[in-house]
């Protein structure tokens, strides 16, 4: 079993940054972020192979979200800058064992990873 416990989450202007934290407790080949919007689909933001450091991302927050972590705290964080309206959502960090699914040509989203954690709430005003 995996816990992931995040934090970070806000309220911001269109424009601005916010950087959400994921404390994992243990380490996991694969970690990520989805978010879920009220009414709307899951859609994965990014992800990124904890061994190899390999990342990737959603094509709506290419160039504006940034995945990181530091393997030896098991701690993944997410920065997001320049946020827009729509990046309003429930942010979820996720976790997986199995290495394959965020390595090669077309990686899993986050959102079907194994673990997640409860949701930091972000909101986006214009």
């Known amino acids: 079993q995996v816990q992931l416990v995040e934090s970070g989450g806000g309220s911001v202007q269109a424009g601005g940054s916010l950087r959400l934290s994921c404390a994992a407790s243990?380490?996991?080949?694969?970690m990520g972020w989805f978010r879920q919007a009220p009414g709307k689909e899951r859609e994965g933001v990014a992800g990124?192979?904890?061994?190899?450091?390999?990342?990737y991302y959603g094509d709506s927050v290419k160039g504006r979200f940034t995945i990181s972590q530091d393997n030896a705290k098991n701690i993944l964080y997410l920065q997001m800058n320049n946020l827009k309206p729509e990046d309003t959502a429930m942010y979820y960090c996720?976790?997986?064992?199995?290495?394959?699914?965020?390595?090669?040509?077309?990686?899993?989203?986050?959102?079907?990873?194994?673990?997640r954690g409860q949701g930091t709430q972000v909101t986006v005003s214009s």
């Open positions: 996720a976790a997986d064992m199995r290495p394959g699914y965020c390595y090669g040509l077309y990686p899993q989203p986050a959102h079907d990873f194994n673990y």
């Open positions: 243990r380490y996991t080949a694969c």
């Open positions: 990124v192979h904890t061994g190899n450091g390999d990342t």
